[in-house]
């Protein structure tokens, strides 16, 4: 592997690339064009994550209605995404918005691989009251959570705490590329630095929506945690986790590896504690 490949992430965990079915690409088209993007910047496993609701789960047929609609487009964009990147490794499973609080977790098409963990959210970023304890509880079926851009969330003042909650109740924290450069707003870019800085994030996504022209950010958020480290090789280790082996372990079913926290005299600490100024 050359230096510049180390540098490319490799497996995306989140993205809204199944044509029609949610928020993300609307046709077969914008899928093939955010992959070539996505490609093009190294990324060659994609497990792809429309939204689901959680308390669908607890109703079987309109559950299993919204499962064939998802697998049907999903399997036409296949067709096209294989003729086109047939090296890209393609794959889906869910965001599953938890808006209820137990929801029924068992399918496995909501699984990020047959034996990977599940991608959860909380519903329309909006946190639900209890959320340790519903992740606590959820946890204890044995599938390892990922929780979806928790930099995201609102939480006003007690956020880090909140955060850190989750984290004790056993969540993964999945952070935007784009929260690191501003791309959500200033309270999202503030909350990623300080969770890289504690080493709190676990890995990085796209969560990507398939609009035409709609930017990636993979890149400026690679300088960003490049240029974190105290040296050179402490920003490097710590994208490699972010980008290739923590996302890889969640596909294995395996729990993260530790991120070096970052900021510790790098520039990103500078650019963090300035947000404060
Ligand atoms: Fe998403």
């Known amino acids: 592997m050359t230096g510049s490949e180390e540098l490319r992430p490799s497996i995306d965990i989140h993205s809204h690339l199944v044509p029609g079915v949610d928020d993300g690409a609307a046709t077969v088209e914008d899928v093939l064009e955010g992959l070539g993007r996505l490609t093009g910047e190294g990324v060659s496993t994609l497990v792809t994550t429309p939204h689901l609701d959680g308390s669908l789960t607890l109703l079987p047929r309109p559950f299993e ?35 209820h609080p137990e ?62 909650a989750w984290r004790e109740a056993g969540a993964i924290f999945q952070v935007n590329y784009g929260s690191l450069v501003g791309a959500f707003g200033p309270d999202a870019r503030r909350r990623s630095l300080n969770l890289l800085a504690r080493g709190w994030v676990d890995l990085l996504a796209s969560d990507f929506h398939g609009r035409p022209r709609l930017p990636l950010h993979i890149a400026e958020a ?38 070096p926290p970052l900021g510790n005299g790098g520039t990103l600490w500078s650019r963090f504690t300035s947000l404060f100024r």
């Open 65 to 99: 209605e919204r499962m064939s609609q998802i697998d049907e487009a999903f399997a036409r964009a296949r067709k096209s995404v294989e003729g086109s990147f047939p090296e890209l490794s393609f794959h889906r499973a869910n965001e599953v918005a938890l808006d």
């Open 222 to 259: 690679r300088d960003t945690v490049l240029s974190g480290g105290r040296d050179e090789g402490d920003g490097m280790e710590a994208w490699i986790r972010l980008t290739r082996t923590n996302p890889q372990r969640i596909l294995d079913g395996e729990l993260p590896l530790a991120v």
């Open 103 to 164: 929801p029924d977790l068992s399918d496995p098409r909501m699984r990020l691989s047959p034996s990977g963990g599940i991608l959860v959210e909380w519903p329309r970023l909006r946190v639900p009251p209890g959320s340790p304890q519903v992740l606590e509880r959820l946890g204890e079926q044995g599938i390892p959570l990922v929780l979806a851009h928790p930099e995201r969330y609102r939480l006003g003042e007690s956020a880090m705490d909140r955060m850190e």
